[in-house]
């Protein structure tokens, strides 16, 4: 299985202000995902990260909000912008191998509070 | 679009218990995904299903593919203290596209 790195494991910011959320995977996969995880609630998918072109976003997020950039195989960012306590949750890097039979890891998750 | 349904919500159990908890769907999935998430941490994968009927162990927990590919179960038998956490079903049409996440089993564990 791949090994995901994701930074910061948590941080507490100011609203207003914006943070970049890194991860970093040990080999090329072909599909890379942000998720987002409010406070005892599922999974929700932000957007796909594509390798060298916008990311595809979902319903409910858009570009200003979450930018995303994918500049390899192994690495992708997502900028939470202009925070609110709103967006105070968990923010999830998954990673998928499109192979005979495709599975999806996670990043450890960053832990966002938005005072 | 896609819904997945899961139950229980919560589960309150004594340890050497036998668990189960499964996922209904609205939509055919041709991957369905079982996952626990400790506190503080991402998911981590339990269990891949891939063929409809599939039944698949891993350890002390089973999972099973529907025949629908509607839905799917897991099990746990004779659980204990560290099985506490929530765990997640989620199902993906086809390979790459994105997963759709069940709303979590939250699984207690009396010693």
């Known amino acids: 299985s791949a090994v995901i790195s994701q930074k910061p494991s948590r941080d507490i910011c100011q609203r207003g202000t914006s943070l970049t959320i890194q991860c970093q995977v040990d080999?090329?996969?072909?599909?890379m995902f942000w998720y987002r995880q409010q406070p005892g609630q599922s999974l929700t998918l932000i957007a796909t990260a594509n390798q060298g072109s916008e990311a595809t976003y979902e319903s409910g997020f858009v570009i200003d909000k979450f930018p995303i950039s994918r500049p390899n195989l192994t690495f992708s960012t997502l900028t939470v912008s202009n925070m609110s306590p709103e967006d105070s949750s968990i923010y999830l890097c998954?990673?998928?191998?499109?192979?005979?039979?495709?599975?999806?890891?996670f990043g450890q998750g960053t832990r966002l509070t938005v005072v | 679009g896609q819904q997945l349904n899961q139950s229980p919500q919560s589960m309150f159990i004594q340890e050497g218990e036998d668990v189960s908890m499964n996922c209904t769907s609205s939509?055919?999935?041709?991957?369905w995904l079982w996952y626990k998430q400790d506190p503080g941490e991402g998911p981590v994968l339990l269990i891949a299903l891939y063929k409809a009927g599939e039944l698949t162990s891993n350890g002390r927990l089973t999972a099973q593919f529907g025949i629908t590919r509607k839905d799917s179960f897991l099990n746990i038998s004779a659980s204990i203290p560290s099985d506490v956490g929530i765990y997640f079903c989620a199902g993906m049409e086809t390979s790459g596209s994105r997963l759709t996440f069940g709303e979590g089993t939250q699984l207690t564990v009396n010693p």
């Open positions: 998954s990673v998928e191998d499109l192979k005979e039979n495709t599975e999806a890891f």
């Open positions: 939509s055919i999935f041709n991957t």
């Open positions: 080999s090329q996969v072909t599909m």
